[in-house]
């Protein structure tokens, strides 16, 4: 991204970037992300933590961006307010770049021993990290462990890259360019407010049929394509219903959450929704058959066969899609064999303008994900990436079709 287009891109609006600095040798590159915001008429607050001041001086960033740099949790403040408080108050998002294995755990339990980390954790605005570390460190598992709580958490993390790192192994760990930074955060404004007053109404989860009080029939899905969809609605401005099958999930901070069991309490509980929304994405992994009769005691074991007559569920999405005066209706197609023909052949069974194609064998259970989303333009390939990554170009594409 050349400086000029930054420029084009937030020039209208005055946006407030927080750039918290960790100790790390990539906080040199820092100081061209403060410098390319700043020409963008970005305000830019700094605020370093004491091994950060190790690499790069708070007075080469005050330099560029024309504010004081804080650095200290109880630095003296004449006004009597608390910095770590207001900081957050005054900014549209905060970037922690580079942000060191330290920090990342320090994020990932609430620890709250510094300035940066205590004002991440009383913000009321987004936060970004861009991780830099060794590629050993990356591929930690207590690491990756953290990362995916920060995920479920609503964070976003951009990169990092691979590539050679300063102390001169080859991997994982490299923190992306300044230009690669400044991007991701003129996308999160540009993403805003994409679906600004448009109601979404999400299914995630599987369902969950009962044979009889204590056993049923389910799947494997965890719901989390469904939740980091419901979760990248949100970011996106819009007002969102998720209704969720049985999942281990904590859900997102959605306008409403509803808790169903089976294929037609979900069903019953969209219907419900449906009248007043924009959007339905169908991503829950809804049971294609039910038991014709479930028992009201425990079925016994015995020595001999146990027959079940399973009778069809009803198509959740079919039935939306093609009811009269339907919403833009998003399916999910999870196939083991021949994925582009299945999910075409269901895109136009069901009449839906979008189709969204994975391989179950690849995508369920998993955190991350590769998505095919068929439309009438075609494919487009959106290659494998963290869920919540995939979920917010999901989002980017479905506003594509409410554009004046």
């Not at 906080?27 to 992300?33: D, N, Q």
């Not at 770049?97 to 990932?108: E, N, Q, Y």
């Not at 089976?262 to 219907?271: D, I």
């Not at 959740?316 to 899609?321: E, G, N, Q």
């Amino acid at each position: 991204m050349h400086e000029s287009s930054s420029h084009h891109s937030l020039r209208n609006e005055e946006k407030r970037v927080l750039l918290g600095i960790t100790g790390g040798i990539a906080a040199y590159k820092v100081a061209e992300l403060a410098h390319t915001l700043s020409q963008s008429a970005v305000t830019v607050q700094t605020v370093m933590t004491r091994s950060a001041c190790q690499f790069i001086t708070p007075l080469t960033f005050q330099s560029l961006t024309g504010n004081p740099v804080h650095t200290e949790l109880w630095e003296s403040n004449a006004s009597g307010s608390m910095t770590h408080i207001n900081l957050s108050r005054e900014v549209d998002v905060i970037m922690v770049a580079p942000a060191s294995a330290d920090f990342i755990a320090k994020l990932a339990h609430g620890i709250a021993d510094d300035l940066l980390s205590t004002l991440c954790l009383a913000r009321n605005c987004p936060l970004m990290i861009a991780p830099a570390m060794n590629r050993q460190m990356w591929e930690n598992p207590a690491t990756q462990r953290n990362l995916a709580m920060l995920r479920s958490d609503g964070i976003r993390i951009v990169g990092p890259a691979n590539g050679i790192q300063a102390c001169g192994e080859v991997g994982m760990g490299r923190m992306v360019e300044p230009t690669e930074l400044a991007e991701a955060i003129i996308t999160f404004w540009q993403n805003k407010h994409l679906l600004i007053n448009k109601k979404i109404v999400i299914t995630a989860g599987p369902t969950f049929e009962a044979i009889d009080p204590v056993r049923g029939l389910t799947n494997k899905s965890s719901g989390k394509m469904g939740y980091a969809i419901a979760q990248a609605a949100v970011e996106a401005g819009a007002n969102v219903t998720l209704v969720s099958g049985p999942t281990d999930l904590t859900p997102p901070a959605v306008d409403k959450f509803v808790a169903v069991i089976s294929a037609n309490e979900m069903l019953t509980a969209v219907q419900y929704e449906i009248p007043s929304t924009d959007v339905f994405i169908g991503v829950a992994a809804v049971a294609d058959y039910r038991v014709a009769t479930m028992s009201a005691q425990k079925i016994k074991k015995t020595n001999h066969n146990l027959t079940l007559e399973l009778t069809p569920n009803p198509d959740i999405l079919m039935t939306i899609a093609t009811a009269s005066d339907p919403p833009f209706c998003v399916g999910f197609a999870a196939e083991t064999e021949n994925l582009l023909e299945n999910a075409q052949a269901k895109r136009i069974k069901k009449r839906l303008p979008l189709m969204v194609a994975n391989w179950a064998q690849n995508a369920i259970g998993s955190d991350d994900n590769e998505l095919i989303l068929l439309d009438d333009q075609g494919e487009h390939i959106l290659p494998r990436a963290p869920k919540l990554e995939q979920a917010r170009h999901l989002i980017q594409h479905i506003s594509t079709f409410f554009k004046p």
